[in-house]
Each structure stands twice: as C-alpha cells, then as structure tokens.
C-alpha cells in the first residue's frame, strides 16, 4: 500500500486525482480515495440531500458508511473543467447504476470537484455532489435570452 506522498508522484493532473476518486468510489476502497484529498483542515464533501461534511475525519466517515454497501457502481460523464495554474474546478455529471427492489436501474448525479496544487500534487479539496434524475441531464449551453 503506497504511502499518501508516494500516490502525490501519480496524481501530476486534476485529471489524474478525479480518476483515481472515482476509481475508488467503485471498488470501494477507503484508503484510495482519502489519498485523493488534500491534507488541509477544512476538505468539504456534500453527498446528494446530506449534510457538509468538514474535514477528513468527517469525510472519511461519510466514505466509510457509503462502502458499507459495497462499490459504488458510478461514470463521471461530460465533464467541464476550469483550470489554472494552481486550482481546478471540474463539474460533473454522475452516472450511477443501481440495484432497488424494482430491478437495476440508472440515476444521474450533478457533482462539483474542486482541487489545488499542493506541494504534493494535486489534491482534492471538495466534492459537492446534487441530487439528479433518473434520466440523462440535460444540458443549457448558449446564454438564455431572459436571466433573472
């Protein structure tokens, strides 16, 4: 098992990071996924309709109880990115397969990655996820002729 600063070495992109967060999330593997989030005091995660959940011990609780029930079976799609020097911004849409009384089915999430560079890589610093749909999102691209 590497250590948090041999997986910096692998993670040289916010590309990179995401890969491996949901890499995690889908085979369930706590130690994975906590070494995707930076080591600052204030990492935020909110999961779909729950609370904020500040810092890693928090965010690691969350993890835990959601691993509970096994793999995470989720495809970060269309993904938007806004990068710079030492920060990025990734919105994304999440496709989950689910398993309900009814039979498989697919539902959609609206997440939010944000990452920094740190001294050791680039780091997650918060995963805002929405509640979805249960079918594809649809997305607005040109400016709507009415703003509010």
Avoid at 46 to 69: C, D, I, K, Q, T
Avoid at 84 to 100: D, F, M, Y
Avoid at 125 to 130: K, N, R
């Amino acid at each position: 098992m590497p250590t948090k600063a041999q997986a910096a070495a692998l993670l040289a992109s916010p590309d990179e990071v995401e890969n491996q967060f949901y890499e995690a999330l889908r085979e369930a593997d706590l130690a994975k996924l906590m070494a995707v989030w930076a080591e600052e005091e204030e990492v935020i995660c909110v999961h779909p309709g729950g609370p904020r959940m500040v810092g890693a011990a928090a965010v690691r609780a969350a993890f835990e109880a959601l691993f509970s029930n096994g793999p995470i079976v989720v495809q970060p799609e269309n993904v938007r990115r806004v990068h710079t020097l030492s920060a990025a911004v990734h919105s994304v849409n999440e496709r989950l397969e689910l398993v309900t009384a009814e039979g498989k089915r697919t539902g959609w999430v609206s997440a939010t990655n944000v990452f920094i560079k740190t001294t050791l890589g680039w780091r997650l610093v918060a995963h805002h996820a929405s509640p979805g749909t249960p079918h594809e999102p649809v997305e607005v691209i040109e400016t709507p002729a009415v703003l509010h």
